[in-house]
């Protein structure tokens, strides 16, 4: 099992800028990618960027493109998610995921970071 905790959330003006990150612990070997994604209320689960665990290929939500930038320390088990231009649609709970490639489904989750942009 890996469990995955998320922290750097917060409450930002429009424009600027926040870096999640999210610590892998437990059994990580085997880890394929590593995603996050959020939810507003009322809304539904999006995937906002993903990045694969070797290799480093990325994944963009048009709606993030070129604001957000995904990454990754393989050393320390941890992937960033670099936020900025923020706006208020941005606003959501930012969960963290990790999809180990053997089942074509995300397979852990963590728990939250909440990210809120005022205008």
């Known amino acids: 099992q890996v469990q995955l905790v998320e922290s750097g959330g917060g409450l930002v003006q429009a424009g600027g800028s926040l870096r999640l990150s999210c610590a892998a612990t437990?059994?990580?070997?085997?880890?394929?990618?590593m995603g996050w994604f959020r939810q507003a209320p009322g809304k539904e689960r999006e995937l906002v960027a993903s990045?694969?665990?070797?290799?480093?290929?990325?994944y963009y939500a048009n709606s993030v493109k070129s604001r957000f930038t995904i990454s990754r320390d393989n050393a320390k088990n941890t992937v960033y998610l670099q936020m900025n231009s923020l706006k208020p649609e941005d606003t959501a709970s930012y969960y963290c995921?990790?999809?180990?490639?053997?089942?074509?489904?995300?397979?852990?989750w963590g728990r939250g970071t909440q990210v809120t942009v005022s205008s």
């Open positions: 990045i694969n665990w070797v290799g480093g290929s990325t």
């Open positions: 995921a990790a999809d180990r490639g053997r089942s074509g489904r995300w397979d852990y």
């Open positions: 437990g059994s990580t070997f085997g880890t394929n990618r």
